[in-house]
Structure formats: C-alpha cells, structure tokens
C-alpha cells in the first residue's frame, strides 16, 4: 500500500525522501512523487517506478531541507500523474501526501463545490488538501486547528504528511487507522509509513496514535491531541539493524530473506524459552488456564500459521479453536465462549482487516493476544497481550521468515497452553521443547542441501500454467502456504487441496502432466494421501513430493524433495522451506519481479 517519507531538518531532503521511498517499494506502488520546500514548494510526479521520478528530477537543482514523499498504491483513480501524490489545495495553501481512504470524499467534494474549490484529480485524497485549507481560512486558527477540525469531518482511514504555505518549516502529521512513525536524529525529523524508510537515518522513533497531530520542527515533534492540547511521549529504540533491510549479495530479497530463516527461528525461539521453560511475560498459566476458546484470525500467509496452530492446539491441548479470516471475520457477528481468547496473527501489525478484527473481538469482550513483527505497530500496541516474532525487517512482498517465526511462536503457544491445561506432562513439555530448539539446524540443512534440486525442478515447472498442492490436516495446512506462495511470486494459477478433498471435483482438471504438489509427513494418515496421489497419477499427473525419507513413496513420485525428521506438529516449519524455494526459482525462471509482485502490496492497510 502507500508509503510516505517526510523529512525536515539539515540535510538536502531531496535525497532522504528519495531513498526512503526506495526502501518502501515493497510495499506496493504504480505511481510516485515528492514535494520540496525550495522558494516555494515544488512538487514532481511520475507514473511507474521511482526511476522515472529520478529521471525527471536529474537536472533540476533540489537543494529544499524540508519535503514529504509518497508511492502509490491506486484505489481512487488510475496510476497516473494527475492522480499521484502529493496533492495540493485550489491556492497551492496545503500540499499532502496520504495513505488510506476517505470514505466520505463524495459527500465532502459536494460540500467544497458549494465553497468554490474545484478538482483536478480522481482522488480521495485531493478532498483532504482542499478540506484542510478550507478550515485553516474559515477559523484562521493555524495549522492543527485545521488538521483536528478536517480528522473529525472525515470518515476512513489515513495518515498524512502537510506543508502549510504559510508554515515553510515545518511538517505536519495526524493519523487514523493507517500507520506512520516519527523518527529523530540530530539531523532533523522524519515521518515514515514504515521504519525500512528512515533505519539508515535513526533508530529512535515516536508513535502517533490514532486522532492525534504532531508538528515536526527542524529539531523536535511536538504532539497534538484532538483539542488541540500538547501531549507528551516518550521516544523508542528500534533495535533492528540497518543490514537486515538490505540485499547483501543476494539477487533478491525474497531469496535472502528464505536463508536468513534459521538465524530468526533461532532468535524467536530463544527468546520465549528460558532454562527449558516457555516463558511469554505478561500471560501467565492462570490465565491460559481459564481459556475455553481460542479464535485465531488473520490474513493471507498469516491466515496459513493460524490454520497450522488450529490443527496443534486442538490435538495438543484439547482445547477447541477457530480459525478465520480477518475480512470475514469482523463481520461475521461470531459467537464467543465465555472465555474466548483471540489471537491476531501478523507481520506487519498494521493489516486494516486484521486491526479492525482485534477491536471488533475487543469489543465483544475476548482477551486478546497479538503475535506481531513490527514493534509498536497499531495491532500491537492495541491487544491485550503481545508475542513479538523476531524475523527482523521483512521486505520481500511475500512473506517467508516472518512466516516461519509465526510458527514459531504457535507452537510455543499450543505448549503453553496444553501444560496449563494439563493436557501434556512436564517430560512431554520438555521434549516438545527440546525439539523445536533443533528447528534451526533442520532448516539450516534443507537449505544448505536441497536448493540445487529445487532450482533445477523449479526450472522444469516454470511453464505449465496450473498446479495443485495437496495433503491432510497439517500437511494441507501447510499445502495451503505453498499454494499461495506459488501463485504470488510467479502468477502461475495454483490450488490447495486436502487430499481427500480432491475427488470432489478437482480431480477433473488434471491432465497429462499437470504439477501435483503431494505432502505428506504426517505418519498416521500419509498412506491415505499416497492414495490420493496415484490416483492422480493414474490420470496423467506429474507429482512432487515433500517428505521425510523415511516415508518411501518413490513408486508414485516423480520427483522427491526430502526433509529432516521431526515430532508430527513441526513438520510445517520444514515443509515450508522447499515450498518457498520452489516458489522463488519458478519466478525467477519466469521473469517475475519476484520481490515486488503485480498488484500485490506487503501491508495492506486498507479494506
Ligand atoms: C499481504 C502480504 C502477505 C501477508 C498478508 C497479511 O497480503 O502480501 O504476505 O501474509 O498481507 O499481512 P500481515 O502483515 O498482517 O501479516
């Protein structure tokens, strides 16, 4: 979705909001542009990539140390120049980048015809910059009068960056439902949609929360609420480091991010175990103890780590759970046990489905747990409780190590809660413990073993144009992940399937050679998949198989990818890896752009 750079301070700001938005590309973008406070405030848009903007800008003489940034993401209007950002009021008064979506910009645009202000774009966002001007004359009260004025008219979601004519040095922000940051160095102020734009700048931040303003000057922020008053806060360290935002050698980010993937488990792990013990701070025994419900909710990927840990919690721990995802969920009126505890699963914590989930459970009632990448992202800072997954800057569209800690952290959850329960006895928790600590060195191994293999089969199957992934229970969970995962990065159309699901209908588009993804680790039921598996063979298929080796299915498999062994309920951590690999080669052997896939965008903040 949109990505917003702002800076004001020493420096040439050109440069800073140019490499800024550069490190938020992975959020998705069609279009791009800057404005920069130089005599007066100038401002350059492009349609495409921030190449083109550069291009553009090459012989001009940009020089301004306060401007603001933005690539977007369309929703109101084609990509295009007209409808780039940022945007500016019928006087050139009020220049805005935005990200989000104002709901009510129809009846608003009425409203400001009748006031004489006209429009040039097709944007929900231009409505905002004539919206703010029209107060600011109206009351001639300044700038947050204006901005708190415009937050209460308004109905949706954003966070915007202002410059004021009248106002040359500074930068405003506010807020609502769409996330932004404030960063502070000794070279001045920074406003960001996410922290990959300003690491390189400073790792201290402010958080703004929503329906509040902040005011950055040269060399400080001052915070606004909604009468107007100024609040305090206290700014945070962010500890992620600067290299973990960047490629490093690696052709991709996606690819770097699949081997960073053991160090992370590693990290994640370690940080919830201590002395063989899980420990989770602020969640007690006592109260998983009083659990008789969990709801997990999600989107995308994230949705994939529920369906994995709703398989694990109810055969662990017996405890009954739902799995849903986040858009259908928040208006789906579900219906809660007395002690119903959600959990949100997601990278970026700022998904507006899932966020809007969380307060919806909120609302009913249910305690909720966040498990969540980003530090101090809106989900975070709003549940009840928190499980930072340890994954580090994710930049690759498609997510794979933020994935994999989720796991990560699910188990550590269903162990927890299964001991609270007594449902698992001190040795068994011990042992479940000891072996998802050996996770790393498996994953370690499949990566430093399988990826010439992968490579090589991902080659062949870059040009059929269908395939099917299949398994039972976790392994079709897990299915479920490698299915999306394929279609993300290379647009080749594929489907996940429980194996015994696939006479029901899907069974009649194999042909001659079509991919059929089988998974099978699950010992209790793997010959009901094998099964499934000839008889797709019988009818032409090409099959793919994911296992342990000790599994012997090479009378159906054309071609076998094994893994380590582990207990039944970690098997998803390894399968993944070949299924992100395979994912990652068929793109490139496609031509994809594999970090930044069409029409797809990493945070998607609005509905
Ligand atoms: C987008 C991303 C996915 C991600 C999903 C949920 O669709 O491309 O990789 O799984 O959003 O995002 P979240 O940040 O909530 O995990």
Redesign the pocket.
Known sequence: MCGIVGFNGKNKAVDILLDGLSKLEYRGYDSVGIAIKEKDIEIYKAKGKIVNLKEKIKDKELNGTCGIGHTRWATHGEPSEKNAHPHISNDGNVTLVHNGIIENYQELIEKLHKHGYTFYSDTDTEVLANLIDYYYKKYKMGPIDAINRTMVRVRGSYAIVVMFKEYPDELWVAKKDSPMIIGESKDGMYAASDVPAILKYTNTVYYINDMEAACLKKNKVVFYDLNGDVIKKESKKIDWDISSAEKEGYEHFMIKEIHEQPGVIEKTIHSFINDNKIVFNNIDRDELKKIDEVYIV??????HVGVCAGYIIEDLSRVSVKVDI?SEFRYRNPIFRKNEFVII???????AD?LAALREAKKMGAKTLAVV??VGSS?AREADYVLYTLAGPEIA???TK??ST?LIVMYLFAIELSRAKKQIKATEYKELIEEIKLLPDKTKYILDNEVKNIQKIGDKLSTFQDAFYIGRRLDYAIALEGSLKLK?VSYIHSEAYAAGELKHGTISLIEENTPVIGIISQEDIYEKTISNLVEVKSRGGYILTISPKKIDISKVSNYEIHIPETYKYFYPSLIVIPLQLLSYYISVSRGVDVDKPRN?????TVE
């Open positions: 999600a989107c995308g990927s994230a949705y986040a699963i997601s990278q970026s914590g700022e998904t899932s990448n980003v989900i569209v498609a997510t933020a994935f989720q993300e797809l965008a990493k945070s998607v």
